[in-house]
């Protein structure tokens, strides 16, 4: 069974048991839930759980997702180099950019 890259729509016991699954296997805990607010994506990227944050190159590739993700609907973000949140990813988008979070963290820190 492979490690999951991301954990969406799910209990608050599912999400607590990946949590601790990221940090045994030293991965970022990347959450993806509905806002009920607009219907759309609320997405969590939390790298307290790996002993690494993200670097320069990192947070200019994730203000690239960013750009592009405005074009769908999103509503607003916060990155800093330990948590990142993204508010209004479309559900068709949510799955792929769940993914690129998590390939562009290995991309970095494999």
Known sequence: MSFPKYL????MFEYDKHYRDCKQFN????????????????VNIDMMT???????DEIKELEK???IEKNFNLDA?????????????VPENVDSFCKK??????????
């Open 50 to 56: 790996c002993d690494y944050n993200f670097s320069s």
């Open 101 to 110: 979070l998590f390939d562009l963290t290995q991309k970095y820190h494999s």
């Open 77 to 89: 973000y916060n990155i800093d180099e330990e948590i990142a949140w993204f508010d209004g990813v």
């Open 65 to 67: 997702f960013v750009i």
């Open 27 to 42: 991965k970022p805990f990347i959450k993806a839930k509905v806002n009920p607010k607009h219907g759309n994506y609320l």
């Open 8 to 11: 969406g729509d799910s209990k």
